[in-house]
Every structure is written in C-alpha cells, then in structure tokens.
C-alpha cells in the first residue's frame, strides 16, 4: 500500500490501524535481521535444502543453524518436510520470499554498483 500526501492530509488512514501496521513490520525485520538468518533466507530462496546443507554453505555450526532455523521456524518464515532420513526446509512465507528477492537484486548484483 503507498500511502500518499493527501492520504495524511484528509485523515483517511486511522493512525491505529497504521501504528499496527508499524509494529508487524518492525517485528517482521527484526525477524530477518541477522546474518545467519538472512544468508539460510537468501540459500533457501535458490532452492530447498538441509541442516547438513545449509551448514556447509554458512560454513557455520550446525548447532547455529540449528538455531536460526527454528527462529525462522517459529516465524513462520520457512517449512521443513521430512525427505527420507532427512529434513528440508524451504521458504513459506510470500513476504520473505519478497523480501530476499528485493534484499538479492540491491545488494547482490551489480545493479547498483
């Protein structure tokens, strides 16, 4: 939703509804603010993958990414799916999933350089 000038001037935005608003989206940064996370967001948005998986990629414990996943988790950020012996976690939420896309093409293309 873009939120105009004259959306402020004439009062048509209930300050509560956009203090809510403010509120989740602050929660939904925090949620993906944090270099472990962000790197198992932007892996998960190439393709699916394991603990094993995501641990040699962040070259990182696998206790930590262990870790992190269950935040996400628990943000409903991602999904895991038993494959086997195996659990692959993937995105589930759209706004992550938009998100990591956006967050790709500023910071990890040459767009912008």
Known sequence: MIITKDDL???SLDSNKMLQRAQQTTAFLKSVAHTSRLMILCR??????????????LDIPQ??????????RKENFVSATRKGRSIIYSISD???RILVDTLYDIFCTNSFD
């Open 44 to 57: 998960l948005a190439e393709k699916s993958a394991s603990v094993g998986e995501l641990e040699k990629f």
């Open 9 to 11: 001037t004439n009062n």
């Open 63 to 72: 206790a930590e990414v262990s870790k992190q996943l269950a935040r996400l």
């Open 94 to 96: 759209v706004r992550a």
